[in-house]
């Protein structure tokens, strides 16, 4: 059975989907964006605090979902500029000190928003 998983310490979907859902002892976390979810603003900030921003995003949900990014399996980033690349993994690898999980990383023409980062990912529960 699939359980919807929300919760207010990240922002609201902004579109017909939930923050994630689990199923089997899997959480399917929808891609985060550098949303700010006490005011529902993007970050206009460079892409080191876009990162951080959407990292925060993405464990507010994984812990909702009762797993800790620990237990992360995959993410997939989208950039709008690989001239991030860099920037994005030194702020991205503070989230995974140790064992990261396996990832995927492309760069999109455009993001929603006009965000220039989405992050999500599968995490075990």
Same mark, same amino acid.
């Given at each position: 059975?699939?359980?919807?998983?929300?919760?207010?310490?990240?922002?609201?979907?902004?579109?017909?989907?939930?923050?994630? @859902?689990?199923?089997?002892?899997?959480?399917?976390?929808?891609?985060? &964006?550098?949303?700010?979810?006490? @005011?529902?603003? &993007?970050?206009?900030?460079?892409?080191?605090?876009?990162?951080?921003?959407?990292?925060?995003?993405?464990?507010?949900?994984?812990?909702?979902?009762?797993?800790?990014?620990?237990?992360? &399996?995959?993410?997939?980033? &989208?950039?709008?500029?690989?001239?991030?690349?860099?920037?994005?993994?030194?702020?991205?690898?503070?989230?995974?000190?140790?064992?990261?999980?396996?990832?995927?990383?492309?760069?999109?023409?455009?993001?929603?928003?006009?965000?220039?980062?989405?992050?999500?990912?599968?995490?075990?529960?």
């Amino acid at each position: 059975m699939k359980k919807i998983i929300s919760t207010n310490k990240a922002p609201a979907a902004i579109g017909p989907y939930s923050q994630a @859902t689990v199923h089997n002892g899997v959480a399917y976390v929808s891609g985060q &964006l550098p949303i700010d979810p006490t @005011t529902g603003e &993007l970050s206009v900030g460079d892409i080191s605090e876009q990162t951080r921003l959407a990292m925060s995003n993405l464990e507010a949900i994984v812990e909702a979902a009762g797993s800790g990014m620990d237990k992360v &399996l995959k993410c997939t980033i &989208l950039l709008t500029d690989m001239v991030h690349f860099a920037q994005m993994n030194e702020e991205y690898a503070k989230f995974f000190p140790s064992e990261p999980p396996a990832r995927i990383c492309y760069q999109v023409t455009a993001l929603p928003k006009g965000a220039s980062v989405e992050i999500d990912c599968i995490a075990a529960v």
